[in-house]
């Protein structure tokens, strides 16, 4: 429900607050004052298209903030939640929610959701779940087979909603199997060829068998083997300098025995000697083992390297060919080879697949069948129900003699919302043809059709708000009293918004807010006011007549008024 909408700067409304609250709402208004933007202000705020030519003239933006209260556990709750706003505790099962949205000179348009900036369409989505429009282009709409069928939808209630969901299940597993199927028929060919040069690519990197890391080790074998003389010489010089084994020189180690044996003869004089000739021991007896380990290394030296270079060479070229065919890395020959064989394994399995999918497809097409003909039954049971409803509700709306028909009739296409075309007709009278209502009803029918659809709905479906523009174009008289009759039983279980210019439809609301402009020759400037009591009276007679001060306009509303208050039941 709507608590308040604060407007500024759009259209002729320089500033305005619009208190709302529960039950029925009626907003009237002169000619131009800009009643109608109290509804574009309400569409900006549920996510409407923004249109800097809304901005009223000479300000450089127009913005609109709503208040709503919402139940504090919901949908709504938890969709501001998850948009990173925040909702204020209002009573003990309810919250407050802000909205807003600004629109600059530039085109640029903000929206921000329980205090904090977010994209325009969460204002879109939370609209959907809070408010219901109706105005004169829902007339046009209503026109159309999809948006009858919506509506037959909605009152159908819990029984379709399950019946379409378990039907759009299926449906979309079965599209989405047939989609593939097909897509497998179709590319097979190019797929068979795609695992042919596959298998080519796979068998030539197998031949070669590149194993991980291969191609570092070879790298690192090449360059030992291609200095494998200078790394004699080098560990033969050494081992000589350290332990002669071939010449009748000095080495460190006879040295180092040396050194140790003189510490060792004066070691009782000093003690510290004695810890510096234990140290000389290590060290010639760590050389004796690097000693050790040179003459291992040079035995281990391949004696035949050059014989080992050439076949190491050769398999570097061999990595290399891969690597220029399937690289640039090595690593990336070794992902062409395992990818490879992944994707070979996929496509061989295409005939499989396809016959899996065939399986598959027939069941559900049997199935989507089963499920479209239950939806089909529900829509056919909720149509009679709802015509019957709708039909009631035309003869109070001073359309006595004129049913409402709705044909559902099914056809060999499925779509999303099963096979069912549905249509509503206008029976005008007994023993006529009913007819389309793009054909058969008047604009001011149309309304009323509308009305009556919405008031019957309500019971199925309850929604938290209707607005209604001017849904009482072109009716008058004792169907327009019957207009306000409906929006107030409407008000009983939903906020009611209506902008209107008929005193029989206004004279029903428990709020009635009017537009005032005032005009200094070149810019107006609307406000809104809440009336009560003269005020009031004073609107109303101008509604009828035309003349706010007029003795028998003035006692017209009164009695108006008075009709009102004791044919219906207010919601304070």
Same mark, same amino acid.
């Given at each position: 429900m709507i608590e308040e909408i604060g407007i500024r700067d759009l259209g002729v409304i320089a500033e305005a607050s619009l208190p709302l609250g529960r039950g029925f709402t009626a907003i009237t208004g002169e000619t131009g004052a800009g009643k109608t933007m109290v509804v574009t202000a309400l569409g900006l705020l549920l996510g409407g298209r923004a249109d800097s030519g809304v901005i009223r003239q000479g300000s450089?933006?127009?913005?609109?903030?709503?208040?709503?209260v919402i139940p504090a556990d919901g949908a709504v709750a938890d969709r501001v939640v998850e948009a990173g706003g925040g909702v204020d505790p209002f009573g003990e099962s @309810?919250?407050? &929610?802000?909205?807003?949205r600004s629109i600059?000179?530039?085109? #640029?348009?903000?929206?921000? /959701?329980?205090?904090?900036?977010?994209?325009?369409g969460v204002l879109a989505e939370l609209g959907e779940q809070l408010v219901v429009v109706h105005g004169q282009s829902d007339q046009v709409r209503l026109r159309s087979q999809s948006a009858q069928r919506d509506a037959l939808d909605r009152f159908a209630g819990a029984e379709l909603t399950t019946a379409l969901n378990d039907y759009r299940t299926v449906y979309s597993r079965y599209l989405e199997n047939v989609t593939e199927r097909d897509r497998l028929v179709r590319e097979r060919d190019a797929r068979s060829a795609e695992a042919a040069e596959l298998r080519e690519i796979i068998a030539e990197i197998e031949a070669v068998a590149p194993q991980p890391g291969e191609d570092e080790e070879l790298a690192v074998r090449a360059e030992k083997l291609t200095n494998l003389e200078d790394l004699r010489i080098a560990a033969a010089s050494a081992r000589e300098a350290i332990s002669a084994e071939e010449s009748d020189g000095p080495d460190v180690v006879v040295l180092l025995d040396s050194a140790r044996r003189q510490l060792e003869r004066v070691a009782s004089y000093d003690a510290e000697l004695?810890?510096?000739?234990? @140290? /000389?021991?290590?060290?010639?007896? &760590?050389?004796?083992?690097?000693? &050790?380990?040179?003459?291992?290394?040079?035995?281990?030296?391949?004696?035949?390297?050059? #014989?080992?270079?050439e076949i190491v060479q050769d398999r570097r070229n061999e990595l290399s060919i891969l690597m220029r065919k399937y690289?640039?890395?090595f690593d990336d020959v070794l992902a062409v080879f395992e990818n490879g064989n992944a994707r070979l394994l996929e496509l061989d399995s295409d005939t499989d697949r396809i016959e899996e999918l065939d399986a598959v497809v027939e069941a559900d097409a049997a199935l989507v069948d089963t499920l479209a003909t239950r939806l089909s039954e529900v829509r056919r049971s909720a149509a009679e129900r709802l015509a019957s409803a709708v039909s009631d509700e035309l003869s109070a709306l001073a359309m006595p003699?004129?049913?409402?028909?709705?044909?559902?009739?099914?056809?060999?296409? &499925?779509?999303?919302?099963?096979?069912d075309n549905v249509q509503f007709l206008l029976r005008p009278h007994a023993g006529a043809e009913p007819r389309a209502l793009?054909?058969?009803?008047?604009?001011?029918?149309?309304?009323?059709?509308?009305l009556a659809i919405e008031v019957v709905i309500a019971g199925t479906d309850p929604v938290p708000t209707f607005v209604f523009d001017e849904v009482d174009a072109g009716v008058g008289g004792a169907a327009a009293i019957e207009i306000g009759r409906r929006l107030a039983r409407l008000a009983e279980t939903a906020q009611v918004i209506a902008v209107t210019h008929l005193a029989q439809v206004a004279a029903f609301a428990n709020n009635h807010l009017a537009v005032v402009k005032d005009s200094d020759g070149t810019v107006t400037a609307?406000?809104?006011r809440q009336l009560t009591g003269d005020e009031r009276t004073a609107e109303m007679a101008r509604l009828l007549s035309g003349l706010a001060d007029s003795e028998s306009g003035l006692a017209h509303a009164e009695e108006l008024l008075t009709l009102a208050r004791s044919a219906t039941h207010m919601v304070g």
């Open positions: 450089g933006q127009a913005s609109v903030d709503g208040r709503w @309810q919250a407050e &929610l802000t909205l807003g600059s000179a530039e085109g #640029r348009s903000r929206a921000q /959701v329980g205090g904090r900036s977010a994209p325009v004695g810890t510096l000739s234990e @140290q /000389v021991a290590n060290a010639s007896y &760590l050389l004796s083992e690097i000693a &050790l380990e040179l003459s291992s290394y040079l035995a281990g030296l391949d004696a035949d390297g050059a #014989r080992e270079l690289g640039p890395g003699d004129a049913t409402l028909v709705i044909e559902v009739s099914t056809n060999d296409e &499925l779509t999303f919302s099963g096979r793009a054909k058969g009803a008047s604009g001011g029918e149309l309304s009323r059709v509308m609307s406000s809104v």
